[in-house]
């Protein structure tokens, strides 16, 4: 009678747990740097013996595009942008074993120049979102890929190409999809259900190319913006402009996304201009507390563990800095392309990213006290493998510049 209590206790201790265990496994990464746009996955790995149990590869599809536009995934479904012959082309795979769910192909004649996409794209409530570096913006069903309303940014918008065109990726807000449009409009926000203009910002050229950041200061909501002049603070009710902070950079490159920190702080990183951090007051006023001229953050944006910043930097290396003086802790080299290197993921206490160069994978501990290497895996995507990795479910993906690959990591 005791062993049949004992056993019923265990099976409702299960029952209370599974939940928990299948929210965590079932979690999606629906935009850029994933469900917080941070690259935090919001978990743990419990194993690191990647000598005796590596990631297991689960599928790998061939992409055609050579570009930089990273996977996204919802719905038991990864979406990604690929180019073939003169059509840009949204596929829809399915996340378990990679076979096509859908495709829609437009045409979009553009030359080769670091590849065709670079914007990611972004899901929301069954719905898909895809931006074109020429800037046609699309709104899908995402379960049966039908087109639901497009409009191009430039022609529609009076927005106008960055210097490597649309880079910035959008966004999805409450009912508002927030681009950064460039021209007139600067930053745009529309209604994401039929594309209609609620609001444009001023204009403040050239745009740069980052992916707005979603915050909050003094009790207001607002968007982080980088145009190639300024980090801007842009009020997410109506599109004005509430502070400027001056971060000017050659061929507007500010790529690597604003890194939220603490109540007031933000950590801004430029491959002219090193990394900084700055302090947004109660009145808008911004004062910069701290300035790194030797991290110069290119194109991934920087992860944030505790008072620690973990960033690759256009000296093929990757830096730990102590965030509270903004001095430096650790530098290891040879990690990666001078320019076009991704940022990576956290898991807890663990970061896992590649070498963009190589393609290999590397888990290593998130200290500052020294590079700590805890497992590496060769080349599991191919080499140039350049934006972040997602995971989706407990799987891990991964985009070189001819495939996208898929591991179960979890």
């Known amino acids: 009678m005791a062993t049949r209590r004992i056993f019923a206790q265990t099976l409702f201790i299960a029952a209370l747990w599974l939940p928990t265990l299948q929210s965590a496994r079932a979690q999606d990464w629906p935009q850029f740097l994933g469900p917080h746009a941070n690259g935090d996955t919001g978990q743990e790995l419990t194993s690191t013996d990647w000598s005796n149990h590596p990631p297991l590869r689960l599928w790998s599809v061939p992409l055609h595009d050579n570009g930089f536009s990273a996977p996204i995934s919802a719905m038991g479904k990864v979406f990604i942008l690929d180019h073939q012959g003169d059509d840009d082309v949204v596929l829809a795979l399915n996340l378990h074993d990679g076979k096509e769910a859908w495709r829609f192909a437009y ?60 880079v910035s990726s959008p966004i999805i807000d409450g009912d508002h999809l927030i681009l950064c449009a460039g021209g007139k409009s600067g930053v745009v926000a529309l209604d994401k259900s039929s594309g209609d203009v609620i609001w444009t910002s001023p204009n403040d050229e050239p745009m740069g190319h980052a992916t707005p950041v979603v915050t909050t200061f003094a009790g207001t909501k607002q968007y982080l913006v980088f145009t190639g002049l300024n980090l801007l603070g842009v009020q997410a009710s109506n599109g004005r402009i509430l502070w400027r902070y001056p971060w000017k950079t ?117 200290t500052g006290e020294v590079y700590r290497q805890l497992a590496s895996l060769p080349c599991p995507a191919g080499p140039e493998t350049l934006p972040a990795p997602i995971l989706a479910q407990g799987i891990l993906m991964l985009r070189s510049r001819t495939q996208l690959a898929a591991f179960q990591l979890l």
């Open 107 to 166: 045409p979009s004649k553009i030359r080769n120049w670091f590849g065709h996409a670079l914007a990611t794209p972004a899901y929301d409530n069954g719905k898909l979102y895809t931006l074109s570096r020429l800037g046609q913006l699309h709104s899908f069903d995402a379960c049966q890929g039908t087109r639901l309303w497009s409009i191009n940014v430039i022609s529609n918008l009076a927005g106008k190409l960055a210097f490597y065109a649309m």
């Open 250 to 366: 050659q061929e507007a490159m500010n790529t690597a996304n604003p890194v939220r920190i603490g109540a007031d702080g933000i950590i801004i990183s430029s491959s002219d201009n090193g990394t900084a951090l700055v302090r947004v007051g109660p009145d808008f006023r911004i004062t910069e507390v701290w300035r790194n001229r030797r991290l110069r953050g290119y194109y991934g944006t920087p992860l944030l563990y505790k008072n620690w910043l973990f960033a690759k930097d256009d000296s093929q290396q990757l830096v730990c800095l102590d965030v509270t003086a903004g001095q430096e802790k650790w530098r290891q080299p040879k990690f990666g392309t001078r320019w076009y290197d991704s940022g990576g993921l956290l898991f807890g206490d663990k970061i896992l990213l590649t070498n963009g160069r190589t393609g290999d994978l590397y888990l290593i501990e998130a």
